[in-house]
């Protein structure tokens, strides 16, 4: 299996902060990499796909990097709202593997 | 609008069976693969299984394989996880949520199902 490593696991900003969260993969994935935002006791939804494309409805203060085993997720300017969970997610072979979550907290 | 929303969790006592359902609405159901992941208590997402369109390819994390059986019924847009010999770890909200474009995440998420397996 993939094994997805996100870091760091607890990160603690303020508002208006730029903000990146780092994932690498232990092997090649391409660009195959989601990543998702999660609010306690929400659904994750869904960010970022193919590492860089932004899903429909994203605010553009989101945005993806990477590729093969390297991968960031960076928030330009941190608002009240995005203070949450985030998660990697490989698709680039079956299982799907997620990373362990990284925690966005307010300073 | 777009919906997915899981049913059938509940307590079980360890060894024992559950069927989860997700019933979708606001697009084409038999057009898209279908995914189970779950979420233990305090913990992160792990991907469970998926289902192709047809149901008839399903792939299974290891952890659940030969125990957990999905499955779909496209005339009631709606997709089932059959779950025997639950032991406690499995204990976990259990999400289904649509494919992204053939393979490439999930877009649509259900409001998740608690499974609790104790004695």
């Known amino acids: 299996d993939i094994q997805m490593t996100q870091s760091p696991s607890t990160l603690s900003a303020s508002v208006g902060d730029r903000v990146t969260i780092t994932c690498r993969a232990s092997?090649?994935?391409?660009?195959?990499l989601a990543w998702y935002q999660q609010k306690p006791g929400k659904a994750p939804n869904l960010l970022i796909y193919?590492?860089?494309s932004l899903e429909s409805g994203v605010p553009s203060r989101f945005s993806g990097s990477g590729s093969v085993t390297e991968f960031t997720l960076t928030i330009s300017s941190l608002q009240p709202d995005d203070f949450a969970t985030y998660y990697c997610?490989?698709?680039?072979?079956?299982?799907?593997?997620f990373g362990q979550g990284t925690k966005v907290e307010i300073k | 609008e777009v919906q997915l929303v899981e049913s059938g969790g509940g307590l079980v006592q360890p060894g024992g069976s559950l069927r989860l359902s997700c019933a979708a609405s606001?697009?084409?159901?038999?057009?898209?693969?279908m995914h189970w992941v779950r979420q233990a208590p305090g913990k992160g997402l792990v991907w469970v299984s998926r289902?192709?369109?047809?149901?008839?390819?399903?792939t299974y994390a290891d952890s659940v394989k030969d125990r957990f059986t999905i499955s779909r019924d496209n005339a009631k847009n709606t997709v089932y996880l059959q779950m025997n010999s639950l032991r406690a770890e499995d204990t976990a909200v259990f999400y289904c949520?649509?494919?992204?474009?053939?393979?490439?995440?999930?877009?649509?998420w259900g409001q998740g199902t608690t499974v609790t397996v104790s004695s």
């Open positions: 092997q090649s994935i391409s660009t195959w």
């Open positions: 289902i192709n369109t047809d149901g008839r390819t399903t």
């Open positions: 193919e590492a860089s």
């Open positions: 949520a649509r494919d992204h474009l053939n393979g490439q995440g999930m877009d649509v």
């Open positions: 606001g697009f084409t159901f038999s057009s898209y693969w």
């Open positions: 997610q490989q698709y680039n072979s079956y299982p799907w593997t």
